[in-house]
T-cell receptor
């Protein structure tokens, strides 16, 4: 059965800290791994990772995929209170019809 | 503005009643999806549709039904057969899934409470 696991499930940090969120997967016919940020309602897209070892960056956020070890990390440097959200990891299969989501990591950044 | 709309934001129903959640998109996306989100469980796929007049069951389709008569619209009916319908429901759409820059756009969600 396809599975996406995230850790930790929740995390509290102080502003300015650097955090690393983990996502591991056991999915047949893997195509890409996706990261989303969900603040209150609708998740918003952050990254899509298809190739191993190529870091994607957007401001203070970066992510990398390891297809051999079947995991990805999402790094957030110099965290701000606006980074408080649920971060969702998901896997897109080669059949392109299903995206399998992990349970999410709830991040709280306190001043 | 382009985007996905879901209505209503909050919905209250009594047990035994069917209820329909609306999802409309004006992004000209081919594919549309319905997810259910419960605390600590992430998003679980209920139904998805890649083209008009066609849809497939996701992982938790029991007790739900959908239709896709128009490209822009993908309503979800929560029937009385759904044992635990209270949840947050998210609708999403995407370009043809084989697009190299695949991305799902989500609506704001509907929180359904059944008592």
């Amino acid at each position: 059965e396809d599975k996406v696991v995230q850790s930790p499930l929740s995390l509290v940090v102080h502003e300015g800290d650097t955090v690393t969120l983990n996502c591991s997967y056991e999915v047949t016919n893997f195509r890409s791994l996706l990261w989303y940020k969900q603040e209150k309602k609708a998740p918003t897209f952050l990254f899509m990772l298809t190739s191993s070892g190529i870091e994607k960056k957007s401001g203070r956020l970066s992510s990398i995929l390891d297809k051999k070890e079947l995991f990805s990390i999402l790094n957030i440097t110099a965290t701000q209170t606006g980074d408080s959200a649920i971060y969702l990891c998901a896997v897109l299969k080669t059949s392109y019809d299903k995206v399998i989501f992990g349970p999410g990591t709830s991040l709280s950044v306190i001043p | 503005d382009g985007g996905i709309t879901q209505s209503p934001k909050y919905l209250f129903r009594k047990e035994g009643q069917n209820v329909t959640l609306s999802c409309e998109q004006n992004l000209n996306h081919d594919a549309m999806y319905w997810y259910r989100q419960d605390p600590g469980q992430g998003l679980r796929l209920i139904y998805y549709s890649q083209i008009v007049n066609d849809f497939q069951k996701g992982d938790i389709a029991e007790g739900y039904s959908v239709s896709r008569e128009k490209k822009e619209s993908f309503p979800l009916t929560v029937t009385s057969a759904q044992k635990n319908p209270t949840a947050f429901y998210l609708c999403a759409s995407s370009m043809t899934p084989r697009s190299a820059t695949y991305e799902q756009y989500f609506g704001p969600g509907t929180r359904l409470t059944v008592t």
